[in-house]
T-cell receptor, first 112, second 113 residues
Framework: GNSVTQMEGPVTLSEEAFLTINCTYT??????LFWYVQYPGEGLQLLLK?????DKGSNKGFEATYRKETTSFHLEKGSVQVSDSAVYFC???????????FGKGTRLHILP | DAGVIQSPRHEVTEMGQEVTLRCKPI?????LFWYRQTMMRGLELLIY????????DSGMPEDRFSAKMPNASFSTLKIQPSEPRDSAVYFC???????????FGNGTRLTVT
């Protein structure tokens, strides 16, 4: 079936550290890939997306590259801030409909 | 744009009572989704609509749950009768058809005692 697997949290880092959150997917066909972020007490927000192989999505200093050969879409940021503390969800869409499949989420804590 | 609006933000009710959650999607968005979030199961898709028509309700846990979308600007999720295991945060999200990106409301935190 179609699914998304992401690293379990929580992930705790110091401010200005380098961040990687791993995400791999299983899908029939050619999905679009997404990272969503959820801040406390809020709904999820789209952080970035990529619609085809080798595309790089980027936003707010975060980046992720669609790697078809490794079926991965790892999230990276060069220097994290306390305000980046949130839960991050990797997701895919099969583009046949609007249905989006989410991973279980990774909680990120950034220490000042 | 006000975004997706959900009400109430918090709901506390007793087991056996009926609960109705409400959602107003972003104007012009043709798809609407209901999700449930818990610590144990994460984010689960319950049902989604396209142009007010239910497309996939395979995630609705059981007959106690029902959802309607009588028009393009309003949807409800009803639980009758409610049970303690229904306690969760329920999110509504909308999307312009074919875009594959979701806009979430801030959720309704439901507690069933």
């Amino acid at each position: 079936g179609n699914s998304v697997t992401q690293m379990e949290g929580p992930v705790t880092l110091s401010e200005e550290a380098f961040l990687t959150i791993n995400c791999t997917y299983t899908a029939t066909g050619y999905p679009s890939l997404f990272w969503y972020v959820q801040y406390p007490g809020e709904g999820l927000q789209l952080l970035l997306k990529a619609t085809k192989a080798d595309d790089k999505g980027s936003n707010k200093g975060f980046e992720a590259t669609y790697r078809k050969e490794t079926t991965s879409f790892h999230l990276e940021k060069g220097s994290v801030q306390v305000s980046d503390s949130a839960v991050y969800f990797c997701a895919l869409s099969l583009n046949r409909d609007d249905k989006i499949i989410f991973g279980k989420g990774t909680r990120l804590h950034i220490l000042p | 744009d006000a975004g997706v609006i959900q009400s109430p933000r918090h709901e506390v009710t007793e087991m056996g009572q009926e609960v109705t959650l409400r959602c107003k999607p972003i104007s012009g968005h043709n798809s609407l989704f209901w999700y449930r979030q818990t610590m144990m199961r994460g984010l689960e898709l319950l049902i989604y609509f396209n142009n007010n028509v239910p497309i996939d309700d395979s995630g609705m846990p059981e007959d106690r749950f029902s959802a309607k979308m009588p028009n393009a600007s309003f949807s409800t999720l009803k639980i009758q009768p409610s049970e303690p295991r229904d306690s969760a945060v329920y999110f509504c999200a909308s999307s312009p058809t074919g875009m594959g990106t979701l806009h979430f409301g801030n959720g309704t935190r439901l507690t069933v005692t």
